[in-house]
C-alpha cells in the first residue's frame, strides 16, 4: 500500500436506500471455498436491472432503451459463500444527462456491515442504434429516491 493511503471502511445497512435480496449458488464457490470475485459483479448487475424492471423502466425484452455498463469496481472487505444470502443495497451517487452511477453494497446473511462494495456507471442507450439517450422523467422518478450526496 502506497504510503498516504489509508484502507477503506466497509459501510453499514443505513448508507443505502433500497435492499433486494439474491441468493448465492453452489457454482458460485471456488477452489478457495469461497465466492469467486467476479460473481460480485454479477450481483451488482441482477440488483440494479432487477430495480429497473420492477419500477417500469426497464424492459429487457421489447423497450427501445437499455442501459449498458461503461465502467465498474469493487472493494472486498469479508468472504461469501454458497449458501449465504447476500442483500444487495442500491444507491444512485450520480445522475447524469444519460447516465447513473449506481453504489452496491453487497450484505452477508445479517451482517451488519458490507462484505463488498462495488460501483458501476449505467449508460442509457438505444438498443437499436447503441447510441446514448437522455434518461427521461420516468427513469428520474424511480432514481431520485435512491440518489445520496
Given at each position: 500500500?502506497?504510503?498516504?493511503?489509508?484502507?477503506?471502511?466497509?459501510?453499514?445497512?443505513?448508507?443505502?436506500?433500497?435492499?433486494?435480496?439474491?441468493?448465492t449458488r453452489w457454482a458460485d464457490n471456488d477452489i478457495y471455498g469461497h465466492m469467486n470475485n467476479v460473481?460480485?459483479?454479477?450481483?451488482?448487475?441482477?440488483?440494479?436491472?432487477?430495480?429497473?424492471?420492477?419500477?417500469?423502466?426497464?424492459?429487457?425484452?421489447?423497450?427501445?432503451?437499455?442501459?449498458?455498463?461503461?465502467?465498474?469496481?469493487?472493494?472486498?472487505?469479508?468472504?461469501?459463500?454458497?449458501?449465504?444470502?447476500?442483500?444487495?443495497?442500491?444507491?444512485?451517487?450520480?445522475?447524469?444527462?444519460?447516465?447513473?452511477?449506481?453504489?452496491?453494497?453487497?450484505?452477508?446473511?445479517?451482517?451488519?456491515?458490507?462484505?463488498?462494495?462495488?460501483?458501476?456507471?449505467?449508460?442509457?442507450?438505444?438498443?437499436?442504434?447503441?447510441?446514448?439517450?437522455?434518461?427521461?422523467?420516468?427513469?428520474?422518478?424511480?432514481?431520485?429516491?435512491?440518489?445520496?450526496?
Amino acid at each position: 500500500m502506497a504510503s498516504g493511503m489509508s484502507r477503506a471502511i466497509a459501510a453499514d445497512r443505513a448508507a443505502y436506500k433500497v435492499f433486494r435480496t439474491l441468493t448465492t449458488r453452489w457454482a458460485d464457490n471456488d477452489i478457495y471455498g469461497h465466492m469467486n470475485n467476479v460473481v460480485h459483479y454479477s450481483l451488482f448487475d441482477t440488483a440494479v436491472n432487477g430495480f429497473l424492471i420492477e419500477k417500469g423502466v426497464l424492459d429487457i425484452h421489447g423497450g427501445g432503451r437499455i442501459f449498458v455498463v461503461v465502467e465498474t469496481g469493487c472493494r472486498y472487505f469479508a468472504e461469501m459463500a454458497f449458501p449465504d444470502v447476500v442483500h444487495a443495497g442500491i444507491r444512485v451517487a450520480r445522475l447524469g444527462g444519460s447516465s447513473a452511477r449506481y453504489e452496491v453494497g453487497l450484505f452477508r446473511n445479517e451482517e451488519p456491515t458490507a462484505a463488498a462494495e462495488g460501483y458501476f456507471i449505467h449508460v442509457q442507450v438505444d438498443r437499436a442504434t447503441r447510441r446514448p439517450l437522455a434518461l427521461d422523467d420516468e427513469t428520474r422518478l424511480a432514481l431520485a429516491p435512491l440518489t445520496v450526496d
